[in-house]
């Protein structure tokens, strides 16, 4: 039998589908490159489980970090929960991991695109989500909003 649901929990519904697009995006760019002149600035929580990356650089960022790519990256691997790349970081490539849940911001600049994820760190992995589970939860605090900034041309 199916339980019934008292409420929609569009928070969860919302963030899930955005960082299906962050997903998607950095998968073109993993099997094709950067088409043209795209490329992508991605803002994420440095102190989020499951994010990997080299000592000097948790201890520079230690809650947040901005990366970009764009011309100098290699290894862009896209799995449902995370991706990896290597970044080079004076002059010594390093392997950097980011689970979806850690990202707060995700723009390409070309395109005139951006999101911004306020509510990311709610969201422990994108496969561990049960919808119908997280909508019976009783919210903590008000629902934030989720910001989506679209300035695509008209």
Excluded: W
Aim: aromatic share 12%; proline share 5%.
């Amino acid at each position: 039998m199916t339980d019934f649901l008292d409420e929609i929990n569009y928070d969860k519904l919302i963030s899930k589908n955005l960082l299906g697009v962050v997903r998607d995006a950095l998968k073109i760019a993993s099997t094709q490159g950067l088409p043209g002149e795209n490329h992508f600035y991605i803002t994420f929580k440095t102190n989020v489980a499951d994010v990997v990356l080299p000592k000097m650089l948790k201890i520079q960022y230690p809650e947040n970090m901005t990366i970009v790519l764009q011309h100098q990256f290699s290894d862009l691997v896209v799995t449902e929960d995370k991706f990896s790349v290597i970044l080079v970081f004076g002059g010594v490539p390093y392997t950097l991991v980011v689970p979806f849940s850690a990202i707060t911001y995700f723009a390409d600049p070309f395109a005139k695109f951006g999101l911004s994820f306020e509510m990311a760190e709610r969201v422990s992995k994108l496969e561990d989500i049960d919808i119908e589970q997280a909508q019976k939860k009783e919210p903590s605090a008000p629902a934030e909003v989720i910001s989506i900034d679209n300035f695509r041309k008209k």
